[in-house]
Structure formats: structure tokens, C-alpha cells
T-cell receptor, first 115, second 115 residues
Framework: DAGVTQSPTHLIKTRGQQVTLRCSPK?????VSWYQQALGQGPQFIFQ???????QRGNFPDRFSGHQFPNYSSELNVNALLLGDSALYLC??????????????FGPGTRLTVL | AQSVAQPEDQVNVAEGNPLTVKCTYS??????LFWYVQYPNRGLQFLLK??????LVKGSYGFEAEFNKSQTSFHLKKPSALVSDSALYFC?????????????FGTGTRLQVFP
């Protein structure tokens, strides 16, 4: 049973460019959350997707957007990259039942470096 | 606002000795608390959670955590530390205010187990 997978593993971009990160949830999960983990810090919530809609959003600018597909996989897009966007981007999947989600399981992350 | 605090940046312990990694929380309502572990260049691995019930929660790899409502604490413990337990540990609380269950993480505690 595959866990949460993310691609790519590493990515190097320059300021102003756009990037797309991908996530496949754990089998049986229907909810995907994205987190940003800057160096030396705890993960910060970006947003959560359920039933192909953004359900909740953290304190991130509109440059950060996402999408969830019918197979529950998800993409995170970041436009107009800034140096400060350099971080480890973590995807977490969970199962929503009765309006509440169960434990979130994390993927290995995508390390984004902006030069 | 919901929050967790990890007062120690680093904890050092000798192999075979008991270990404790501290976490305190601040929530309105019932706390849903989690511990995750992160190894170098890896995502977060779920260790255990407290939702309700017994104050002593048992998790993966021999870890356990004690929920203490009066002290608003959720310390992670292990009776006998292994060198392989050396990693970064995160305490998290689930923010259910918006019914989206986003996780709010502490700043992390680095555990070093010496042979």
C-alpha cells in the first residue's frame, strides 16, 4: 500500500518564475493539505482540498494556488516566485468522514530552491 | 487562537536512558494533539495522537505521550532511548475552529541520543 507520494523531489527556480508541485494521497484518502516548512521552522498550513474544492486557507498570498483532481491527487502552484518561497513543501493526506478529517499522513516533501 | 509550544530546541540523552520531549498547548475547546517525527531530508512521520480517553497514549516505535489537562501539556516519552531515535520532533494541535482540521505545529525539538 503506497503512502503519500510527491514529485519532484527537488526543484531549482529563479525569482519570478512559476512552479507546480504534485501530490498523490495515500490509498483510501480523499483530503489533501499542503504545508510549507522553512528551514529551522515547523510546517505552516497553506490550504486544504476536499471534493475538488479549497476548504480552508492559511495566511499565504494569492500567488499560492492549488487544485484537486477527481482521483484525489493535488497540485500546488506558486507564481512570481520570491527568494522567501524557498522551503520544503509537504503534502498530507487524510480521510474526511462525518465532516471531520482523521490523522494526516505526510509525503516526503519537495525541496524548492529559489535563486 | 490554538497554539503549541515546544520549550526546548534540543534534548540530549544517552542511549538506554528514558527520554522526554516537552509540549504545552493552548486551545479553546477539546484539544486534538499529535506528535510527528522528521528524519533528515524526509517528510513527517506520524507517531501518536490524543483525541479523547486515556491520558497515556501509546504510539509507534515504543513512544508514548501523557496528556495532562491541568498543566496543558502533552509530553512525548520513551522508556529507553535508541541512537536511531535521533531526529526532529514536532508537536501539533488540530485547529477545528473552521472544521477543516488544519494542523498547527510547534517549532520542533531536536533529539540527540548519544551511544
Amino acid at each position: 500500500d503506497a503512502g503519500v507520494t510527491q514529485s519532484p523531489t527537488h526543484l531549482i527556480k529563479t525569482r519570478g518564475q512559476q512552479v507546480t508541485l504534485r501530490c498523490s494521497p495515500k490509498s483510501g484518502h480523499d483530503t489533501v493539505s499542503w504545508y510549507q516548512q522553512a528551514l529551522g521552522q515547523g510546517p505552516q498550513f497553506i490550504f486544504q482540498y476536499y471534493e475538488e474544492e479549497e476548504r480552508q486557507r492559511g495566511n499565504f498570498p494569492d500567488r499560492f494556488s492549488g487544485h484537486q483532481f477527481p482521483n484525489y491527487s493535488s497540485e500546488l502552484n506558486v507564481n512570481a516566485l520570491l527568494l522567501g518561497d524557498s522551503a520544503l513543501y509537504l503534502c498530507a493526506s487524510s480521510l474526511t468522514a462525518g465532516g471531520s478529517t482523521d490523522t494526516q499522513y505526510f509525503g516526503p516533501g519537495t525541496r524548492l530552491t529559489v535563486l | 487562537a490554538q497554539s503549541v509550544a515546544q520549550p526546548e530546541d534540543q534534548v540530549n540523552v544517552a542511549e538506554g536512558n528514558p527520554l522526554t520531549v516537552k509540549c504545552t498547548y493552548s486551545v479553546s475547546g477539546n484539544p486534538y494533539l499529535f506528535w510527528y517525527v522528521q528524519y533528515p531530508n524526509r517528510g513527517l512521520q506520524f507517531l501518536l495522537k490524543y483525541i479523547t480517553g486515556d491520558n497515556l497514549v501509546k504510539g509507534s516505535y515504543g513512544f508514548e505521550a501523557e496528556f495532562n489537562k491541568s498543566q496543558t501539556s502533552f509530553h512525548l516519552k520513551k522508556p529507553s532511548a535508541l541512537v536511531s531515535d535521533s531526529a526532529l520532533y514536532f508537536c501539533a494541535v488540530r485547529d477545528s475552529f473552521y472544521n477543516t482540521d488544519k494542523l498547527i505545529f510547534g517549532t520542533g525539538t531536536r533529539l540527540q541520543v548519544f551511544p
